[in-house]
């Protein structure tokens, strides 16, 4: 469902749960139950946001026996139904099966990646990549693209959140702040910022036209349209790779965090709400539980419907599902940003928080190309914006952490060290690119015209003929009843754990071992569903992933049947 739909389509409810209710609640922050809330009552009063409908040129079945005939036979033959309820018992079952081993691999990532980045600074002065010896740029970037790909990206998506409520690694709080942000996850990127672009707009849009920024077909229109030899245009992607994270990622999720608070007032669809004892994960009752009050026709005419709730932490996003004889609120995504609780707080057309530093047009990317197009044009602002946000850790990076070396060893030492230093952004950039970019694009990959309900069943079958897994640890050697060996987890740790796209698609908000466990049993299921399960080496997509942006080849499109 589109967020830019949910004004014009929301129709308000008041929900409430009685306390004879029946609830299983997993968690309660305990900060209130410290303030002594009642745990059985939950009061909501809240805006359910049905889904828009679809632009009748394709509201036609595009699935199963009713398909077009010009579709794709793999796609007349589903029972996209039959594989939706397996992956969503799929998921619950995952969910239910996280622990306190979770956690502690999710430790066990955090430390290899800090011994990885401290040894690079520790080597740094004696390894001179200006003389050919790249092993401390190597261990420094690795420790890097570590605490980014693995910790913090999985963190934020709130995937230990049922295990570390009110602690460190729960993404209402986890590198929100600058103090968190230095200590927590220092990139290039506002953690806050990210949460919009990528864990929002991405992830529950992905590969659509309107609505996922990270779309590579249309954000490279620029070069894939330019009358230039291929080549040229090579070496444009090239340079893309090596700067991609400051050069495209920082700026472009910035945009999209201003678009989104000035679009939703600073809050998700505008709706004022209110929400009493906060849940952590979710809450559960059976169907003939559920009160009277709840507007069954709500249930059993839609498999989703959302709403916004405040809480103490900000605006997050609910999903009400229906799930055979299952009710269930589903925090299937969290926004916290800054939000007002009244109409007559809500900043008004023309206020300061309305301006947005990034006005771009015609769904233009945000970029420091666009930043500098700005800045001559005479709008320093998306360029201010931009240097506020990278300031703190291109200082720690490149000048906090050679200045000692200069102080003790001269200008020889010093030198070197940057030297390190810089060489390290450099395979960051390259290393996040081709475990990142290249899992989404390719003549092998979907993209959509049209949205689609989260956590529907398309939903779930998007996520995968719109994502690409690398080689994983389930098809290399382990031990017995074991996901993973060593041998896979160290394989699952060069590619970020991003080698897991499809199930991470599906399921965001999970734990890295879920995903291991999670991975032959959606691809033993999509064999059997005649589903497109793409798993290539890195390499392998990079190739596609350049020939797509270079216009020598174009991803399949839904809409036309592929």
Request: neutral net charge; proline residues 7%.
């Amino acid at each position: 469902m589109s967020m830019q739909s949910c004004s014009s389509t929301t129709r308000a409810i008041h929900v409430g749960i009685k306390p004879q209710a029946v609830l299983r609640q997993r968690t309660v922050a305990p900060a209130l139950r410290a303030k002594g809330m009642r745990r059985s009552t939950v009061r909501v009063s809240a805006a359910i946001a049905m889904p828009a409908p679809s632009d009748p040129s394709t509201s036609t079945e595009m699935w199963g026996p009713n398909a077009p005939e010009h579709v794709a036979e793999w796609r007349r033959n589903l029972d996209l139904k039959a594989f939706g309820s397996e992956m969503r018992a799929l998921e619950r079952e995952l969910r239910a099966n996280q622990g306190e081993d979770d956690v502690n691999h999710l430790l066990g990532v955090l430390r290899w990646s800090t011994v990885l980045y401290v040894s690079g600074l520790a080597l740094a002065p004696f390894c001179n990549i200006m003389a050919g010896n790249p092993i401390a740029a190597v261990l420094i970037s690795t420790g890097i693209f570590a605490r980014w790909t693995m910790v913090g990206h999985h963190v934020s998506h709130g995937g230990y959140n049922s295990q570390q409520n009110g602690k460190r690694f729960h993404r209402s709080t986890f590198a929100k702040g600058p103090v968190h942000r230095v200590l927590d996850w220092l990139d290039w990127m506002l953690p806050e910022a990210w949460d919009v672009e990528h864990n929002n707009l991405h992830h529950y849009k992905l590969g659509e036209t309107n609505g996922d920024p990270d779309l590579v077909e249309r954000n490279v229109e620029i070069i894939r349209q330019q009358p230039t030899p291929t080549f040229f245009k090579y070496m444009q992607v090239y340079a893309l790779m090596a700067t991609w994270k400051w050069y495209y990622y920082m700026p472009n999720t910035l945009k999209e965090m201003f678009t989104f608070q000035i679009e939703r007032g600073s809050c998700p669809c505008n709706v004022p709400a209110s929400f009493g004892p906060q849940f952590d994960s979710d809450l559960s009752l059976q169907r003939n539980e559920c009160p009277a009050n709840i507007s069954t026709k709500v249930i059993e005419t839609t498999s989703t419907s959302m709403f916004p709730i405040e809480w103490e932490s900000g605006w997050h996003l609910f999903y009400f599902m229906m799930d055979g004889n299952l009710c269930r609120f589903e925090t299937a995504l969290i926004v916290p940003l800054p939000c007002h609780s009244s109409d007559s707080a809500r900043a008004e057309p023309g206020s300061e928080i309305m301006k947005n530093p990034f006005e771009a047009k015609n769904g233009e990317p945000g970029t420091v190309l666009f930043c500098m197009k700005a800045l001559f044009s005479g709008n320093a602002k998306p360029l201010a914006a931009m240097v506020k946000c990278a300031a703190p850790f291109f200082l720690f990076h490149f000048v906090a952490v050679p200045l000692p070396f200069f102080l003790i060893g001269g200008q020889t030492m010093g030198l070197v060290v940057l030297a390190n230093m810089v060489a390290a952004e450099i395979f960051t950039n390259l290393h996040s690119f081709l475990a990142i970019a290249t899992n989404h694009c390719g003549n092998d990959v979907y993209r959509f015209d049209t949205e689609v309900k989260p956590k529907s069943d398309e939903f779930y079958l998007r996520a995968i003929i719109g994502s690409v897994n690398y080689p994983t640890a389930g098809i290399l050697p382990k031990p017995e009843g074991k996901p993973a060996g060593i041998i896979g987890n160290m394989n699952d740790f060069v590619h970020g754990w991003l080698n897991y796209q499809i199930e991470h698609h599906m399921f965001p908000d999970l734990s890295m071992l879920s995903y291991q466990k999670a991975m032959p049993i959606v691809k033993e299921a999509c064999e059997r569903y005649g589903i497109p399960y793409v798993q290539q080496d890195m390499f392998t997509r990079l190739n596609k992933t350049t020939s797509i942006m270079v216009g020598k080849s174009d991803m399949l499109m839904w809409e036309r049947g592929d």
